[in-house]
């Protein structure tokens, strides 16, 4: 025995089958939006950016300079530089901009002491030598000369 169905009971059983499949395939496939949230355009290079990594360009904040006056720091990531813009007034009141400083950090990175208040980077590489000769001395006497919960100190005289 066969059961038919009236015919418009029938064109709405197919209606769901295919709004089901079709909200399945999108929930599988992600269709919300994931084309544009792939990556943001300035990481792609869709703004004129030519696909680096990193940060990048020039990037500007205020920050207190002294007790009452404040300024405009700027950063160039691609030159490596910083300077400051203080805002203070002229002669007739009104808002000035005078820059402060300006240096570039390129150089600054292969310094190994400079500045630094004690102990200064060679001192710690003189004490943790001194550990270390003073645990292998102490192990010596009991069979074991190695030390190996400690990483060997690098070459060179200072930080890296």
Not at 14 to 36: S, Y
Not at 61 to 81: A, I, N, P, R
Not at 113 to 141: K, L, T
Request: some cysteine.
């Amino acid at each position: 025995m066969i059961a038919m169905s009236p015919p418009g009971r029938q064109t709405l059983g197919w209606v769901m089958v295919v709004v089901l499949a079709v909200i399945a395939t999108a929930l599988v496939m992600r269709w919300d939006d994931a084309r544009l949230m792939r990556t943001t355009w300035a990481q792609s290079g869709v703004l004129g950016g030519a696909g680096r990594t990193g940060a990048r360009g020039i990037y500007a904040f205020g920050g207190q300079l002294t007790s009452k006056s404040y300024g405009v720091f700027m950063v160039d990531v691609d030159t490596g530089t910083i300077w400051c813009y203080e805002m203070r007034r002229g002669t007739n009141n009104e808002l000035q901009m005078r820059l402060v400083a300006a240096r570039s950090w390129i150089f600054d990175r292969y310094l190994e002491e400079f500045n630094v208040a004690e102990p200064i980077p060679a001192a710690v590489r003189a004490m943790v030598q001194q550990q270390r000769s003073d645990r292998q001395d102490a192990g010596a006497g009991k069979g074991n000369a190695t030390v190996t919960d400690v990483p060997p100190l690098p070459e060179g005289g200072g930080s890296e």
